[in-house]
């Protein structure tokens, strides 16, 4: 089974903190997203990867960074934290062919104070 | 933007009925993606269906797809107390690679 991990399921920052939330695949997926979830809003896709090195902004990117130096990693950058970014967060990953499903991390839960 | 909207937003049933979701989209896509979130979980993936199927099933899941009305539905049937959760379709538009989300129909099913 594929495993998505995210680093912590539970993160408390302070306002203006450089955050970093990581997600590690071990299944050699090419493709990968960022997700925030908001209650009444769904999931809205924050970037998304499609190999090493390569990023797409997806609908929300304002305030935020992406990082993917090796294929398995794909990190998530809160360059300077606000109230706003207080939110669920979700990985996934899924194979580059254009028909298989995604899989998620169980989620980190940021609260930005 | 989001792709997909669901309909219901909330739906609450008694178990042993049927559950029926709707989702409607917006582009042309490469497939249509059903997935359920258990509360303050991440996301599992229960069944795609390809732009040129019309139908398919999954044991208790019967989801259609009407490329027409850019349209999908996700039927539960015989629904069970353990299928209480969030349901959400998504799909990728038109020859992008990105998987986007509708804002998902909450299902309650009573004991």
């Known amino acids: 089974d594929v495993k998505v991990t995210q680093s912590s399921r539970y993160l408390v920052k302070r306002t203006g903190e450089k955050v970093f939330l990581e997600c590690v695949q071990d299944?050699?997926?090419?493709?990968m997203f960022w997700y925030r979830q908001d209650p009444g809003l769904g999931l809205r896709l924050i970037y998304f990867?499609?190999?090493?090195?390569?990023?797409e902004k997806g609908d929300i990117p304002e305030g935020y960074s992406v990082s993917r130096e090796k294929k398995e990693r794909f990190s998530l950058i809160l360059e300077s934290a606000s109230t706003n970014q207080t939110s669920m967060y979700l990985c996934?990953?899924?194979?580059?062919?254009?028909?298989?499903?995604?899989?998620f991390g169980q989620g980190t839960r940021l609260t930005v104070v | 933007s989001q792709q997909g909207e669901e309909d219901p937003q909330a739906l609450s049933i008694q178990e042993g009925e049927n559950a029926t979701m709707n989702c409607s989209y917006k582009?042309?896509?490469?497939?249509l993606q059903w997935y359920r979130q258990n509360s303050g979980r991440g996301l599992v993936h229960l069944i795609l269906?390809?732009?040129?199927?019309r139908e398919k099933h999954s044991g208790r899941l019967r989801v259609t797809l009407d490329t027409s009305k850019k349209s999908s539905s996700l039927l539960i049937t015989a629904s069970r107390a353990a299928d209480t959760a969030s349901y959400f379709c998504?799909?990728?538009?038109?020859?992008?690679?990105?998987?986007?989300f509708g804002s998902g129909t909450r299902l309650l099913v009573r004991p």
């Open positions: 996934a990953c899924e194979r580059r062919n254009m028909n298989t499903e995604a899989f």
């Open positions: 299944m050699d997926h090419e493709n």
């Open positions: 990867s499609y190999d090493v090195k390569m990023k």
């Open positions: 582009t042309s896509i490469n497939n």
């Open positions: 269906i390809r732009s040129n199927e």
């Open positions: 998504a799909s990728p538009p038109g020859g992008s690679y990105k998987l986007i």
